[in-house]
């Protein structure tokens, strides 16, 4: 598994290497441990500006080595990248070069003062990688939540899951989002008048979630996997619900697909894993 990791020259990376040398990787991954110096231009002050980016490189290329060194001495493999341009643009781009299959990202900053790992740049990476991505909040994952909508997405990310090595006390709990009808359908069929076409579209979505969910549990249980399932009624948004359920039930990470149905029976569609990835106080991985 090629894994880029990229780390914020001005942040402590205490926190991160924990973060990533306490999880399972498959064997012989390796990391391609990244910085990148967003250019300064000024035509007023270029000896100070050129100074500056070189006191900047200085210290992206020693934050790079330092937290390789310490993935190299936890046994895994790793080698230190430090680019210059645009953040999201080159780290889409090193991840099509190199090959990557996941790309990780330490929580983002809300302010865009330093923006290499703002929201900013962690939803222009989230929207357009070819490959998954997890924004990485949270170090040993005891507890994953795995929402589904029973689409063809879901299933692989289910099949992701279940390639991957999980530490043996890992608990996995299952859950689906039955949305309420949309906008129009209501005004076809509101409240007062519920014909039996409402009706039967309920039913049809609780029946997408509950087949959905059994087809997740059906994936994760052949591989020895640990579960639990769960089923949500619709309140609110999906986004909504599945941060609500991450805290209730204390989850260390989240796993969705990037996309899934849409229309009435959407779940996993790109805005709500983004939302999902940005908002959580948990780690979160967007599977593609």
């Not at 894994?3 to 926190?15: K, S, T, W, Y």
């Not at 996995?172 to 009706?199: D, G, K, Q, W």
């Not at 609780?206 to 399932?229: F, N, V």
Request: glycine share 4%.
């Amino acid at each position: 598994m090629n894994i880029l990791l990229a780390v914020d020259p001005i942040i402590p990376h205490e926190d991160l290497v924990q973060q990533v040398t306490s999880r399972v990787w498959p064997t012989r991954s390796t990391f391609s441990v990244v910085a990148v110096i967003e250019p300064i231009r000024d035509p007023l002050f270029p000896e100070t500006i050129t100074q500056y980016m070189s006191n900047v490189a200085g210290q992206a290329a020693a934050k790079t080595e330092l937290v390789a060194s310490c993935l190299n001495a936890s046994g895994l493999q790793a080698l230190p990248y430090v680019l210059e341009g645009e953040p999201h643009d080159l780290i889409l781009q090193e991840a099509r070069v190199l090959g990557i299959d996941l790309i990780l990202l330490g929580a983002p900053r809300r302010d865009d003062a330093f923006p290499f790992l703002s929201s900013r740049v962690a939803r222009a990476v989230l929207r357009h990688a070819n490959c998954s991505v997890q924004i990485v909040r949270t170090a040993d994952v005891r507890k994953v939540l795995v929402p589904t909508d029973g689409s063809e997405h879901s299933e692989t990310t289910a099949r992701c899951i279940a390639a991957r090595p999980w530490k043996t006390d890992t608990l996995f709990e299952v859950m689906s989002v039955v949305e309420p009808l949309s906008p129009s359908i209501r005004f076809l069929y509101p409240p007062h008048n519920e014909s039996r076409e409402a009706i039967t579209l309920r039913a049809e979505a609780m029946e997408r979630a509950m087949t959905g969910i059994r087809m997740t549990e059906q994936i994760l249980s052949a591989a020895g996997l640990r579960i639990s399932d769960h089923v949500i009624v619709p309140i609110d948004s999906p986004q909504k619900l599945i941060l609500e359920e991450a805290d209730n039930c204390n989850a260390d990470l989240i796993v969705v697909g990037c996309h899934g149905r849409r229309g009435l029976s959407r779940l996993l569609i790109g805005s709500v894993s983004e939302s999902v990835a940005i908002h959580s106080k948990c780690s979160v991985e967007v599977i593609r």
